[in-house]
């Protein structure tokens, strides 16, 4: 059996000022690795295997010369994330987990960092393209160890086109992102750690999944996965950390039912779900009383102000 290598790929750096992080390896629980049930065009797989994927040929414009599309080597973005998170929090990777879609053209992946809370990761999530149908996205937010469902925050996610200097733009992107976004991270898995003293029993659960599949957060089969999940875990029969009468048990189950998501649409699915629990623990755990905001999530196109000048 091949010993693990945690050297990263060469490839074209986005950001040759930061120290080179190591390259983490998949999880050890099928359970961590990133969904890919409802998506059947889509494998898992690993770093490695991504960065093997052919790069497309970048195309020019016909009259001004410059880049109409210029592909980002996968290898480089996942590098530059990876790199740029291991600064802001000083620590490499504890794991890494990738999934492409059949002919290779479309990429998701997830990069975990520890957060000194158990079963709390600050996660970078991406998703990238070599048919132009993604741009390069990066979400920051948390995941759970222990299932790695995806779920992460949805109130921290950037995306640069793949057009002309994506290089220096896509690397300051990562630097502002990762900057700007650790501190409300970290806060929001405190929060969520919090969610723990909010009691829910089996009636109350019921009350929440309703909200969510009221509010097209969840569908048919994530509702019933949901209420398997949550059996099984209060039946001693699966993760017994996730089996106490709270909404943070709660939480877990309909997150854990996400992985039924395609990976395309994972961003927005696991937002609006973050949205809505958080609005019903602000009520404390009320389904009735709490006040739940209409959501749309809104992706910003990364603007290069120094690219700009």
């Not at 009735?288 to 102000?305: K, M, N």
């Amino acid at each position: 059996m091949d010993s693990f290598n945690s050297t990263p790929i060469a490839a074209p750096r986005l950001d040759t000022n930061l120290n080179r992080a190591r390259v983490a390896p998949l999880p050890e629980l099928k359970s961590q690795q990133i969904m890919t049930v409802g998506a059947p065009e889509a494998y898992r797989t690993d770093y490695r295997s991504v960065c093997d994927i052919p790069v497309p040929e970048t195309t020019y414009h016909p009259v001004s010369g410059n880049a109409q599309y210029q592909p980002v080597p996968y290898a480089s973005f996942i590098n530059g994330a990876r790199d740029a998170m291991a600064n802001v929090l000083d620590s490499d990777p504890v794991f890494e987990t990738y999934a492409l879609n059949k002919s290779g053209e479309q990429m998701f992946g997830m990069i975990g960092f520890g957060s000194g809370l158990t079963g709390q990761a600050i996660t970078v999530a991406l998703r990238s393209s070599y048919d132009k149908t993604l741009s390069n996205q990066v979400a920051i937010g948390s995941a759970p160890f222990i299932c790695a469902n995806g779920c992460f925050s949805g109130e921290h996610m950037i995306s640069a086109k793949h057009t002309t200097n994506v290089f220096p733009t896509l690397g300051r992107m990562l630097n502002e992102i990762t900057d700007t976004a650790i501190a409300p991270v970290l806060e929001r898995i405190r929060m969520v750690d919090g969610w723990k003293d909010i009691p829910v029993k089996d009636d109350l659960f019921g009350a929440y999944m309703g909200v969510l599949f009221s509010r097209g957060l969840v569908k048919p089969q994530e509702f019933t996965a949901a209420f398997r999940y949550w059996s099984a875990c209060h039946g001693g029969e699966l993760h017994n950390e996730h089996g106490t009468f709270d909404l943070f048990s709660a939480y877990q189950a309909v997150t854990a039912a996400g992985q039924r998501t395609a990976p395309r649409n994972a961003f927005r699915h696991f937002a609006g779900i973050d949205h809505a629990t958080k609005a019903i623990a602000e009520a404390g755990g009320s389904v009735t009383e709490a006040h739940i905001p209409s959501f749309d999530l809104q992706i910003r196109e990364y603007v290069d102000v120094a690219e700009a000048k």
